[in-house]
């Protein structure tokens, strides 16, 4: 038998907001995400007009990595703005106006990555029915936080969360059952009342898991579950099955 669950906790991108198609995904080890850092060729351009923009992107991939690597085990958020002054850093641009070149570049990326993903009407609709009868929050990996609130904002569904983490914001990241926690503390729910929605097996699942929280993995692929990750308590093909197991 399905437990009740009064507190809902949902995932951003792969799962609340999708991607476009044309976005394409990068894979640096055990993590997966869109990118849309190839748009930023102009602005490369531009701001480093001598550096050929392989180099640029040889630079963000090294830095990727190593941010990644190093994200084990407390899995503390490094924030967009600091990762482009690493690669700046690692190109050998210095000087007064690095950290403006980073900033710059960092909100380009933003806005192209902010552009390209989409709120599905039928996501909409589910999220307004289920914040009328339940309490609901969102939890997400992101290295800027005013994108992602601004993403929710423009797609007219921000005011339905009742509670909205951002691993920006917050300083940690999942898995970190922390940031789970944080969400739980400002819904007034505890684990065993609450269950999470992600299209991650290492970062939704496992976090979830680690917080004592059921989690409900979004897999349309039917993907096998990576070895060595707890079981989720329910896999789906999409967002709109929630429904079905949170109604039971």
Same mark, same amino acid.
């Given at each position: 038998?399905?437990?009740?669950?009064?507190?809902?906790?949902?995932?951003?991108?792969?799962?609340?907001?999708?991607?476009?198609?044309?976005? &394409?995904?990068?894979?640096?080890?055990?993590?997966?995400?869109?990118?849309?850092?190839?748009?930023?060729?102009? =602005?490369?351009?531009?701001?480093? &007009?001598?550096?050929?923009? =392989?180099?640029?992107?040889?630079?963000?991939?090294?830095?990727?990595?190593?941010?990644?690597?190093?994200?084990?085990?407390? *899995?503390?958020?490094?924030?967009?703005?600091?990762?482009?002054?690493?690669?700046?850093?690692?190109?050998?641009?210095?000087?007064?106006?690095?950290?403006?070149?980073?900033?710059?570049?960092?909100?380009?990326?933003?806005?192209?990555?902010?552009?390209?993903?989409?709120? &599905?009407?039928?996501?909409?609709?589910?999220?307004?029915?289920?914040?009328?009868?339940?309490?609901?929050?969102?939890?997400?990996?992101?290295?800027?936080?005013?994108?992602?609130?601004?993403?929710?904002?423009? *797609?007219?569904?921000?005011?339905?969360?009742?509670?909205?983490?951002?691993?920006?914001?917050?300083?940690?990241?999942?898995?970190?059952?922390?940031?789970?926690?944080?969400?739980?503390?400002?819904?007034?729910?505890?684990?065993?009342?609450?269950?999470?929605?992600?299209?991650?097996?290492?970062?939704?699942?496992?976090?979830?898991?680690?917080?004592?929280?059921?989690?409900?993995?979004?897999?349309?692929?039917?993907?096998?579950?990576?070895?060595?990750?707890?079981?989720?308590?329910?896999?789906?093909?999409?967002?709109?099955?929630?429904?079905?197991?949170?109604?039971?």
């Amino acid at each position: 038998m399905t437990p009740p669950y009064p507190f809902l906790l949902f995932d951003l991108f792969g799962t609340v907001v999708l991607f476009r198609p044309e976005v &394409p995904v990068l894979q640096v080890g055990p993590t997966t995400w869109r990118s849309t850092m190839h748009y930023l060729r102009a =602005d490369v351009q531009r701001e480093l &007009p001598e550096t050929p923009l =392989d180099a640029f992107e040889d630079a963000m991939r090294a830095v990727t990595a190593e941010i990644v690597a190093a994200r084990v085990p407390e *899995h503390r958020e490094v924030l967009s703005p600091e990762r482009f002054r690493r690669v700046l850093e690692r190109l050998g641009v210095g000087g007064a106006q690095a950290g403006e070149k980073a900033e710059r570049l960092c909100l380009a990326h933003m806005g192209y990555l902010a552009s390209r993903v989409e709120l &599905p009407e039928a996501h909409g609709d589910l999220l307004r029915r289920l914040a009328r009868t339940h309490a609901v929050a969102l939890v997400s990996n992101f290295d800027h936080g005013p994108t992602a609130h601004a993403i929710l904002a423009r *797609h007219g569904v921000a005011d339905l969360f009742h509670s909205t983490v951002i691993s920006a914001d917050y300083g940690w990241r999942k898995p970190n059952p922390a940031i789970f926690a944080q969400a739980l503390r400002e819904l007034g729910g505890e684990p065993r009342e609450a269950v999470f929605v992600g299209d991650s097996p290492f970062d939704d699942v496992a976090g979830a898991h680690a917080a004592g929280i059921d989690a409900v993995w979004i897999n349309p692929g039917g993907e096998p579950l990576p070895k060595g990750l707890p079981e989720p308590r329910f896999v789906v093909g999409n967002l709109l099955e929630v429904e079905e197991i949170v109604r039971r």
